[in-house]
């Protein structure tokens, strides 16, 4: 079942002879459950495209249809509220809250959606992070890998349609890069959670199943199968 689909999507900045072409004519298609990979250089347009996907960033045309909602045709506020409960956003850099412990930045987006918290699904989702010995640890007493686990369970709790990343891996090193990597395709495997992921790195996008490129804005291709 199709879960997310992008038509003829354009992101222009700029006008006349300054006028960048971010997001050229993209059109892609996902399956529930897949694991798609993009991958592209730096200025190609990945990280544009991602923050299009989800909601971040308004197209200056085109569509983004997810769960068959084409999410550019709400108003700012239902927008937020669509992003927050169904889209999964994954940064390289983190940005969790340096105040808040590790349970606390975990369940923050269902305490501003107002949604009460499920105290054993908080603690199984913790144990499938490993992070279950750091919950009142405050991000700065924890490594860069154990902050991405966070930024992953944070963006999985609220079980959204899609789960995007972004260079989820570029701030780590090579270990630390495998074992979010494996956390990644866990939680596409455990919980069939779609995953989309943006990246520079060719070897780290072989593990999903199916990888795109972009390059000048435009999505190349279909995607080949993983075998």
């Given at each position: 079942?199709e879960i ?24 892609m298609?996902?399956e529930?459950g ?12 990945k990280s ?6 989800g909601?971040?960033?308004r197209?200056?045309?085109g569509r983004?249809?997810i769960?068959?909602?084409d999410?550019?045709?709400?108003k700012?506020?239902?927008l937020?509220?669509f992003?927050?409960?169904q ?11 340096p105040?808040?412990d ?17 105290r ?37 709790i609220?079980?959204?349609a899609?789960?995007?990343?972004d ?5 780590l ?24 992921m ?17 390059e ?6 279909k995607?080949?199968q993983?075998?």
């Amino acid at each position: 079942m199709e879960i997310l689909r992008t038509e003829h999507l354009f992101k222009v900045y700029g006008t006349g002879d300054n006028q960048i072409i971010a997001v050229n004519d993209a059109e892609m298609s996902v399956e529930q459950g897949e694991f798609v990979a993009i991958v592209g250089s730096s200025g190609s347009g990945k990280s544009t495209l991602m923050h299009l996907l989800g909601g971040v960033d308004r197209p200056t045309s085109g569509r983004v249809l997810i769960e068959d909602n084409d999410i550019y045709r709400m108003k700012d506020d239902r927008l937020a509220v669509f992003r927050r409960r169904q889209v999964g956003l994954i940064y390289q850099f983190y940005n969790l809250i340096p105040v808040l412990d590790v349970e606390e930045n975990l369940t923050l987006p269902l305490e501003l959606d107002g949604r009460e918290v499920d105290r054993q699904a908080v603690k199984e989702l913790a144990q499938t992070l490993g992070l279950s010995r750091h919950m009142h640890s405050l991000p700065n007493q924890l490594s860069g890998g154990q902050q991405q686990r966070v930024a992953i369970g944070r963006a999985l709790i609220t079980r959204p349609a899609i789960l995007l990343a972004d260079e989820p891996t570029g701030n780590l090193d090579t270990r630390a890069s495998g074992e979010i990597m494996e956390l990644l395709k866990l939680s596409n495997q455990k919980y069939n959670q779609t995953v989309i992921m943006i990246t520079h790195n060719l070897e780290l996008a072989k593990q999903a199943d199916r990888v795109l490129t972009i390059e000048d804005g435009r999505i190349g291709g279909k995607g080949e199968q993983r075998q």
